[in-house]
């Protein structure tokens, strides 16, 4: 991150050479017109309140969200609002073909991604990983032992909330059969580390959709994304695996 940084800064460059930025050139040959105007609340504020606000609406009322709609309702917005700021009806059909035409990349990326996570799922490689595991587990190694079980689970598959529906239940039966079946600190620290843990390998893998979408709104190499981010989550992954380590022992 650090060379990264250093690189923008005294040369200006925001990706390295030879990258692959995960949004087309198309956006980059887009420019704004002599004489035209933007506002940050029109252009901005206002759309994500249309988007937020129809889903919202539309859940409320039909018990459904509106995604396709809401989008659809911004982009009419803004279709209009550009146009009287002078933008141009042609230039706003024209962003509308290049924007769709920059994130087809991103787009296969995110699938090809979805379509690893299946696999992994489907191969069993969280129930390999808890198998294997349960050999080694004691009441005072089982928080830590389920932060690394989660977070190498959720790295792999590269989504959280999958790694939850997994790891948590699992460390629930297995710290309240060690404690003998009463809600004592151990279970809590159980799902806080399966928790963490399934948190930390959503954050930086790189078949994760929250680390893709990442890449496509900062207009980054993925891969450079990811090894950027890596070295910090590591920190906090061995400091949270030595705290629950810790912790196993002393309550």
């Not at 982009?75 to 933008?87: D, E, G, I, P, W």
């Not at 699938?111 to 990983?129: E, P």
């Not at 928080?143 to 997994?166: D, E, L």
Request: with cysteine.
């Amino acid at each position: 991150m650090k060379k990264a940084e250093d690189r923008a800064y005294e040369h200006g460059k925001v990706v390295r050479d030879g990258s692959m930025p995960m949004v087309g050139k198309e956006i980059k040959e887009l420019h704004k017109p002599e004489g035209a105007s933007s506002s940050f609340l029109l252009n901005f504020l206002i759309p994500i309140f249309m988007i937020v606000g129809i889903n919202v609406g539309g859940y409320i009322a039909f018990d459904s969200v509106k995604i396709v709609e809401s989008f659809a309702a911004a982009l009419l917005y803004l279709f209009v609002v550009m146009s009287f700021q002078r933008f141009g009806i042609k230039l706003l059909s024209n962003a509308v073909v290049s924007g769709v035409k920059a994130v087809v990349p991103a787009v296969l990326i995110l699938l090809f991604a979805y379509a690893l996570n299946s696999i992994t799922k489907d191969a069993g490689a969280a129930n390999y990983l808890v198998s294997i595991s349960e050999g080694l587990i004691t009441p005072n190694l089982l928080p830590a032992i389920v932060f690394v079980v989660a977070a190498v689970i959720s790295f792999s598959t590269g989504t959280s909330w999958g790694t939850f529906a997994i790891a948590i239940p699992i460390a629930m039966a297995m710290s309240m059969e060690l404690t003998g079946g009463i809600s004592s600190p151990l279970v809590l620290m159980s799902i806080a580390a399966a928790t963490g843990g399934g948190v930390f390998g959503d954050h930086c893998s790189p078949l994760s959709d929250t680390s893709v979408l990442a890449s496509i709104g900062a207009g980054s190499d993925h891969m450079d994304h990811i090894r950027t981010q890596i070295p910090y989550a590591l920190i906090v992954a061995f400091v949270s695996f030595f705290i629950y380590l810790v912790a196993g022992f002393v309550l």
